[in-house]
């Protein structure tokens, strides 16, 4: 599916947003999609990789690795205490993640966004479970894709999204997932530019270190009901702007992770990080 973005156009090669055919049909919507099974029964997983959606996916990549090697050359403590993790950074073993939830702890979760860095580029992976019985399917899945991350990078992550994991882990009496070194966007930013934004919500960071405006986004608080209603109706019209908004937040803490990461240019002038 193509990002549309009012100051970017999508690429000619992009997912056409609005398919024609089986309105239910999810694989009409997002053609990478599979079902897959599970110990726990199947659920819908879509993986794309980051440059048939997005048209600064090169620069973006590179931006990332040299941030990566920059933050790795320096101590942890140059790096700051919110940022240290970045210190001992392996590119493949680092997520970053972003749950859909139908709401506070003890609703369940039913989308799962990662992105996830390998030799040929980024690969955005969305785990979806299309009923609320698909939910323990999820959330096994996703422990199989974490098996061999060391890092985990969310945004607001730390409060709300891996503690719903682990929450919901238990619920459905799956292992309880391994400590996971992690770096949480939220903090660091609000450190960064609080002082010069009207505030630190995602979204206005977005605007502010990539002048983009989301065009179609559905807003948080409809995504419960949305959810709800597909689960009802089952039409994938309904859930496609939600696995949309999922992606662009993906999208733009790839790009807050490195607008906080130091740059190598700064690093060999022996400027420390900032967000300590």
């Not at 999508?10 to 997002?30: I, Q, S």
């Not at 399917?137 to 503690?163: E, I, Q, T």
């Not at 930013?189 to 995602?202: D, G, I």
Request: aromatic residues 8%; neutral net charge; contains cysteine.
């Amino acid at each position: 599916m193509a990002i549309p973005m009012e100051n970017r156009k999508p690429k000619a090669d992009a997912v056409d947003a609005r398919p024609e055919g089986d309105p239910t049909d999810l694989r009409a919507h997002f053609p990478e999609g599979v079902v897959e099974e599970t110990p726990l029964g199947s659920l819908f997983t879509c993986t794309v990789p980051l440059d048939r959606i997005y048209r600064g996916a090169e620069q973006l990549t590179e931006s990332y690795l040299a941030g990566l090697r920059a933050a790795g050359s320096l101590a942890p403590e140059d790096l700051g205490r919110l940022l240290a993790p970045l210190a001992e950074a392996d590119p493949e073993t680092t997520a970053l993640i972003d749950a859909e939830t139908c709401g506070f702890h003890g609703r369940p979760l039913f989308l799962m966004g990662l992105a996830q860095w390998r030799p040929e580029g980024f690969l955005l992976t969305q785990l979806f479970a299309r009923n609320y019985a698909e939910e323990g399917a999820l959330l096994a899945r996703l422990a199989d894709l974490l098996a061999g991350m060391r890092l985990l990078v969310s945004f607001n992550g730390k409060a709300f999204d891996w503690p719903f994991v682990r929450d919901r882990m238990a619920y459905h009496r799956l292992p309880r997932p391994r400590e996971y070194a992690h770096v949480d966007l939220l903090h660091p930013s609000r450190r960064r530019w609080r002082a010069v934004l009207p505030n630190c919500k995602l979204q206005t960071l977005e605007r502010y270190l990539s002048g983009r405006w989301r065009s179609g986004d559905i807003p948080g608080v409809e995504i419960p009901d949305r959810y709800h209603e597909y689960v009802r109706r089952q039409e994938a019209r309904l859930i496609s702007p939600i696995f949309h908004h999922n992606r662009l937040d993906l999208i733009t803490m790839i790009e807050l992770m490195v607008a906080l990461m130091p740059r190598e240019a700064e690093q060999h002038e022996g400027r420390k990080g900032t967000a300590g």
